[in-house]
């Protein structure tokens, strides 16, 4: 056994099987506007935040009205981790920064009964067709640049990571403009495979002289599940792409979100070979962390090359597994999976 992992085997030894938790890292601000730093001001726009912090954890704009909602703006106070005031340019003005117990948020929510993403929040892959101008292209790093940006943002405020292809030499090859602005769903789901998401979305935005949008949308929601299309009309972009992230976030919530079960303790067990180093160790519990679900990595023990290891998770195991199953840096094996 190598030395690093015998440092592996120490830590776990040490630590009484020390469960290697995520990283608590500190709650996002919510940020929203608010008239001046007088009490009765900053009251009203915690309330704001709230409703902002609860659709984000929900990915259901309709939360805001519930009485539950009412109850938590009455009472923002004791969620609260922190707050500051943030000078603005004059058209934008003066903004509140918020910071919430995202935990016990989530908790809140689950004794009401009311469905959250997990955390993390699923992941989409998005690829963009944008016919302008007599111009015909895929988004990437520089063409509709500021587009994908603001689908980005629009995402974020229901709770929703997207993950835009990297438009390499690969996707092109893979991927022409035809695909995603026909709508094929075969060569999207193929292209898309390398990144691993939980979905994909592929969408063709008509944008006329006068900035009206004609969009048309293809959503594969995850394995096993109905393809979705849809076409809108907006009268611009911003409102094109809220209009789709609406969309989105209904589509993706009766597949991704769940209510909390405290007593549920669902764990799903792993063993993976070819953990050949401390920092192969580190990068394995890295990609297991960062699935959609998966709320705790813990390393009941090494053995050679080979690792095994326990994730607490609040989705289906079958969830895990499909995703497991389509990272290409994870391959199976006899006896579990081999790390790449």
């Known amino acids: 056994m190598s030395f690093a992992l015998r440092a592996i085997c120490l830590v776990i030894l040490l630590g009484g099987l020390l469960p290697v938790a995520l990283a608590q890292s500190a709650p996002e601000a919510v940020l929203v506007p608010v008239a001046d730093e007088s009490e009765s001001a900053r009251d009203r726009a915690l309330g704001e935040a709230m409703n902002v912090m609860l659709v984000r954890l929900t990915g259901d704009a309709a939360v805001t009205g519930t009485d539950l909602a009412e109850r938590l703006r009455a009472s923002a106070e004791r969620y609260l981790v922190g707050f500051s005031y943030r000078a603005a340019d004059e058209d934008a003005g003066m903004r509140l920064a918020v910071r919430f117990d995202e935990t016990r948020l989530r908790g809140a929510l689950g004794e009401a009964a009311v469905a959250i993403w997990p955390a993390p929040p699923p992941t989409v892959v998005v690829w963009l067709a944008v016919e302008q101008a007599g111009e015909r292209f895929l988004v990437d790093g520089e063409q509709g640049a500021a587009l994908r940006e603001r689908l980005r943002a629009a995402a974020a405020s229901s709770g929703l990571s997207l993950l835009f292809p990297l438009m390499d030499l690969r996707d092109r090859r893979d991927l022409g403009y035809a695909d995603v602005a026909g709508g094929f769903a075969d060569p999207v789901r193929a292209a898309s495979a390398r990144y691993a998401g939980e979905a994909v979305l592929a969408g063709r935005l008509r944008i006329s002289d006068d900035g009206a949008v004609a969009a048309r949308w293809l959503l594969l929601p995850g394995a096993g599940e109905p393809v979705n299309r849809w076409q809108a009309e907006a009268g611009g972009t911003g409102p094109a792409l809220a209009s789709a992230v609406?969309?989105?976030?209904?589509?993706?919530?009766?597949?991704?979100?769940?209510?909390?079960?405290?007593?549920?303790?669902?764990?799903?067990?792993?063993?993976?070979?070819?953990?050949?180093?401390?920092?192969?160790?580190?990068?394995?519990?890295?990609?297991?962390?960062?699935?959609?679900?998966?709320?705790?990595?813990?390393?009941?023990?090494?053995?050679?090359?080979?690792?095994?290891?326990?994730?607490?998770?609040?989705?289906?195991?079958?969830?895990?597994?499909?995703?497991?199953?389509?990272?290409?840096?994870?391959?199976e094996a006899d006896d579990g999976y081999r790390w790449r």
């Open 246 to 331: 609406g969309v989105l976030a209904e589509r993706l919530r009766p597949v991704y979100a769940y209510v909390p079960d405290p007593e549920a303790g669902r764990r799903v067990a792993l063993t993976v070979a070819g953990v050949e180093s401390l920092a192969d160790h580190r990068r394995l519990q890295g990609y297991l962390e960062g699935l959609t679900g998966v709320e705790r990595v813990v390393t009941t023990a090494v053995s050679g090359t080979q690792v095994r290891m326990q994730l607490a998770v609040s989705v289906d195991e079958a969830r895990i597994l499909e995703a497991l199953a389509r990272d290409e840096r994870l391959g």
